[in-house]
């Protein structure tokens, strides 16, 4: 399979290549040639398919050439070493359950791919990969978690310096090995500056750095996965479904698009925003306007300008209507979260995180606009009790810590506090040891 930018500037890449870049030379990000679509035998036998199965199935046509299937199935059984079940939340609702990976929190699937794809591709006589990430708090624990003891890999998380939470700064500070974590004495947005400044120098550049952020390819593929798995564990005489994919950076739901493009049959996508509402105007206006990232309680969505949205105008070749026709995207307030984590855990006992709290909502939203009854599959996009700051005053009990998150809370922090300024970086980056293996 090749991959085009979306830019059109750049020549094709194989998979490889577009792995190791990140975005495109072009800044386009990739997507493949064409979609590959899966044949009436498999959609047949997808009912009740195991999960690692479909994997190896919708990830084969885009490795085509270069991994070999029992690479990939070693790979597929390594990365999604954790179950994706989904379970009834009420009449016609399932939760698809994301959070079951060590983070807990969608973002171990494509990490954990990542991860692995990158040493098995890496090119013969290019240094190993060094994946240098700035995280506002949830994407480098992904990483770090995901890159933790992975041969031929080093992973250098920046954060900003008591601006995480004590659960995300245990996740990406306690590893230690090859996952480097540095504290920044400034804010997120001086961590993506040292970042980009360290992409772009070249006396680096025998580091071979590489990002691990949702533009990657190897991030994006792999979710298209579990929308498959979601309907493998449907009714198999459920009719088309809904699926309501809380939304930020908009990786997700190019995932389950590409998915629908294989041939899975959905009825539509419900792309649920917080008060970051670019995408929603974007789609009611058709003109396309980035504004700075307002703070949520679903910080994880808190994205002002979202990077795949190029990736969905290219796959619909920039046809507003059919955008429209496949997707529908509100967006949700704060109070509108708390109200549904309260009303949802009332009713059913269930406890939504900030996140979920938003697609619930905007599948409520759909559900109303369209007076649509069809099947509905809600993202549960990170657990509860990830965001307990959050959710135990909202709902006023405490949530136990699952096993995942106890174990970390209670290692040491192994960190570096480095300014914000440029040179001590380049300094830590270029001095410390090769990864090993
Ligand atoms: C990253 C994240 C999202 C948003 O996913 P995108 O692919 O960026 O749209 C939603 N929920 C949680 C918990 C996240 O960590």
Redesign the pocket.
């Known amino acids: 399979m090749r991959y085009l930018s979306t830019h059109r500037q750049a020549p094709p890449a194989s998979f490889a290549e577009a792995l190791a870049r990140g975005p495109a030379p072009d800044g386009g990000l990739y997507l493949p040639e064409r979609v590959p679509v899966l044949d009436a035998g498999f959609w047949r036998t997808l009912p009740g398919r195991p999960l690692h199965a479909t994997a190896e199935a919708v990830l084969s046509p885009y490795l085509e050439g270069e991994v070999s299937a029992p690479d990939l199935a070693r790979l597929v059984a390594d990365a999604l070493d954790f179950p994706i079940p989904l379970v009834p939340l009420e009449e016609g609702l399932w939760l698809l359950e994301l959070f079951h990976g060590p983070t807990l929190?969608?973002?171990d699937v494509g990490a954990r791919f990542l991860a692995r794809l990158l040493p098995l591709l890496a090119q013969p006589g290019r240094p190993p990969a060094t994946v240098l990430v700035a995280t506002s708090g949830?994407?480098g624990g992904a990483v770090a978690q995901a890159f933790h003891g992975v041969a031929g890999t080093r992973v250098v998380v920046l954060y900003p310096l008591g601006q995480v939470s004590p659960t995300q700064e245990r996740q990406l500070a306690t590893l230690g090995g090859n996952v480097l974590a540095v504290a920044v004495q400034g804010t997120f947005d001086d961590c993506q500056r040292l970042v980009k400044q360290a992409f772009a120098d070249p006396a680096l550049a025998p580091l071979g750095l590489t990002s691990a952020n949702?533009i990657n390819v190897g991030r994006l593929l792999p979710q298209i996965v579990y929308y498959l798995h979601a309907r493998a564990q449907l009714p198999s005489d459920a009719p088309p479904p809904v699926f309501a994919t809380?939304?930020?950076?908009?990786?997700?739901?190019t995932a389950g698009l590409l998915a629908r493009r294989m041939g899975l049959a959905c009825r539509r996508f419900v792309a649920a925003v917080n008060a970051n509402d670019v995408v929603p105007d974007f789609l009611a206006t058709g003109s396309y306007t980035p504004r700075p990232s307002l703070p949520t309680l679903?910080n994880?969505?808190d994205?002002g300008d979202?990077s795949?949205l190029a990736r969905i105008r290219a796959l619909f070749n920039e046809d507003l209507p059919s955008m429209n026709r496949a997707i529908l995207s509100s967006s949700h307030s704060d109070d509108a979260i708390r109200t549904a984590i309260r009303d949802v855990h009332h009713r059913t006992g269930t406890i939504l995180?900030p996140?979920t709290a938003v697609g619930y909502l905007a599948l409520q939203h759909h559900r109303a606009e369209w007076q649509d009854n069809a099947p509905a599959i809600l993202l549960a996009?990170?657990h509860p009790a990830k965001f307990r700051e959050i959710v135990e005053p909202i709902l006023g009990i405490s949530l136990p810590l699952p096993p995942q998150l106890a174990a970390c809370m209670e290692r040491p922090l192994e960190r570096v506090i480095l300014p914000a300024d440029y040179k001590g970086l380049a300094r830590l980056l270029s001095s410390a040891p090769p990864p090993a293996g």
Do not use: E, I, R
């Open positions: 929190a969608f973002k949830d994407t949702s809380p939304s930020g950076n908009f990786g997700n739901l679903a994880a969505m994205v979202p795949n995180d996140h996009t990170a």
